[in-house]
Nanobody
Framework: VQLQASGGGLVQAGGSLRLSCAAS????????MSWFRQAPGKEREFVSV????????YFADSVKGRFTISRDNAKNTVYLQMNSLKPEDTAVYYC?????????????WGQGTLVTVSS
């Protein structure tokens, strides 16, 4: 599976962005899909995960209530809708594929898309 993240950009605080992660390969629907982010000078952190059925979803506390995650297995794509963005959401966002929503490791990573939130 190859992952391609897109949708990042510059937005003012309070604005919205929708990130997409498109997967190649026929087994996309077998994988849970996660979003991570890494801000400048900080470690990569978990943002959200959605199970392969879409029935299990988790968010980091820092984004709960502002971000939503969804997937379209027919389009091999997972989405991260980000609303009420804050400057502290500025980071490179990465998507990742794994077997299960809480894996010990992730099987595939996308290349990242930059989100910049101005105050």
């Amino acid at each position: 599976v190859q992952l391609q993240a897109s949708g990042g950009g510059l937005v003012q605080a309070g604005g919205s962005l929708r990130l997409s992660c498109a997967a190649s390969g026929r087994t996309f629907s077998n994988y849970a899909m996660s979003w991570f982010r890494q801000a400048p000078g900080k470690e990569r952190e978990f943002v959200s995960v959605i199970s392969w059925t879409g029935g299990t979803i988790y968010f980091a506390d820092s984004v709960k209530g502002r971000f939503t995650i969804s997937r379209d297995n027919a389009k091999n794509t997972v989405y991260l809708q980000m609303n009420s963005l804050k400057p502290e959401d500025t980071a490179v966002y990465y998507c990742a594929a794994s077997i299960g929503v809480a894996p010990a490791e992730y099987d595939y990573w996308g290349q990242g898309t930059l989100v910049t939130v101005s105050s």
